[in-house]
């Protein structure tokens, strides 16, 4: 069974910078994995912040960036935000019915 | 304006089905891969099913194959996922989510809940 692990827990301060990371059960991270990145706060559907690696959406804030850093998908915020504080999901295609979420990352602005 | 308009949630026994609409607005269903995640209450979210442009061929993850079907209605442009033999733990909030090409996930919906319960 492949298991996709995220950190479960982070804080950072107002106006610093984090990175949170997706790993794989099976190996190192790479691109062809397409890895996502989507924010989900308290009640409200997740909202897709980083597709294919590094890609931003058009509602996707500039101090949000994605990367492939160490066999591991990362994402990070740079100058955090107070609305920032949200729970963070990863995602990994592996090819055909294997698409794998990754556990979430809570991430507290403190 | 893209939306996706869930809807066909609610509560039902064990063995029990239902039916989930996902109605998009502001693009044709067909152009699009689309997939259905869940969530169960306090926890993550869990891939449960896609269908993939161009070849509409159509996946599903090991807890719900054999169970769950995905149809499009091409007319209404909406997508549906047919829940047939519900268990317990197929208790969750479930969203469909509009894919651009290959996981590259953009639009989700508002999400639907489906509560399994005796």
């Known amino acids: 069974q492949t298991v996709v692990t995220q950190e479960p827990s982070l804080t950072v301060s107002p106006g610093g910078t984090v990175t949170l990371t997706c790993a794989s059960s099976t190996g190192p991270v790479t691109r062809n994995y397409f890895p996502n990145w989507f924010q989900q706060k308290p009640g409200q559907a997740p909202r897709t912040l980083i597709y294919?690696?590094?890609k931003k959406h058009s509602w996707t804030p500039a101090r949000f960036s994605g990367s492939v850093l160490g066999g591991k998908a990362a994402l990070t915020l740079s100058g955090v935000q107070p609305e920032d504080e949200a729970e963070y999901y990863c995602v990994l295609y592996y090819g055909g019915a294997r698409v794998v979420f990754g556990g979430g990352t809570k991430l507290t602005v403190l | 304006q893209v939306h996706l308009v869930q809807s066909g949630g609610g509560v039902v026994q064990p063995g029990g089905s239902l039916r989930l609409s996902c109605t998009a607005s502001g693009f044709r269903l067909p152009d699009y891969s689309m997939h259905w995640v869940r969530q169960a209450p306090g926890k993550g979210l869990e891939w449960v099913a896609a269908?993939?442009?161009?070849?509409?061929?159509?996946d599903y993850g090991e807890p719900v194959k054999g169970r769950f079907t995905l149809s499009r209605d091409n007319s209404d442009n909406t997508l549906y996922l047919q829940m047939n033999s519900l268990r317990v733990d197929d208790t969750a909030m479930y969203y469909c989510?509009?894919?651009?090409?290959?996981?590259?996930?953009?639009?989700w919906g508002q999400g639907t809940l489906v509560a399994v319960s005796s």
């Open positions: 294919s690696t590094n």
């Open positions: 989510a509009r894919d651009i090409s290959r996981l590259e996930i953009d639009y």
């Open positions: 269908i993939w442009f161009p070849a509409n061929n159509e």
